[in-house]
């Protein structure tokens, strides 16, 4: 079983930043892409970016510019950097990894993110 666990979260002020962090549970090998997604009360789950295992890095159009998302030197790790926050950014973040030749996915339990206007 893949555990996620994040950390980060918190209560800022608009215009300020914040950075999450996923450890994986897994072998590095066995990770295809970590990745973020949101949930704002009341709204469907949103992407927010994704890491593959080539290196690359992709964001959605609302965050772009923003937040950047990293892995760390171990690989089963990934961070996001949000910078300019908006209270509209204000949401659960979820990690996520792909896992695996069947690229199961897995989530972590959220974190919460207030940005106050």
């Known amino acids: 079983q893949v555990q996620l666990v994040e950390s980060g979260g918190g209560l800022v002020q608009s215009g300020g930043s914040l950075r999450l962090s996923c450890a994986a549970s897994?072998?590095?090998?066995?990770?295809?892409?970590m990745g973020w997604y949101r949930q704002a009360p009341g709204k469907e789950r949103e992407w927010v970016a994704t890491?593959?295992?080539?290196?690359?890095?992709y964001y959605g159009d609302s965050v772009k510019c923003r937040f950047t998302i990293s892995r760390g030197n171990d690989k089963n790790m990934v961070y996001l950097q949000m910078n300019s926050l908006k209270p509209e950014d204000t949401a659960v973040y979820y990690c996520?990894?792909?896992?695996?030749?069947?690229?199961?996915?897995?989530w972590g339990q959220g974190t919460q993110v207030t940005v106050s206007s």
């Open positions: 996520e990894a792909v896992v695996g030749a069947r690229r199961l996915n897995y």
């Open positions: 897994v072998s590095i090998f066995s990770i295809n892409s």
């Open positions: 890491f593959t295992s080539g290196g690359s890095s």
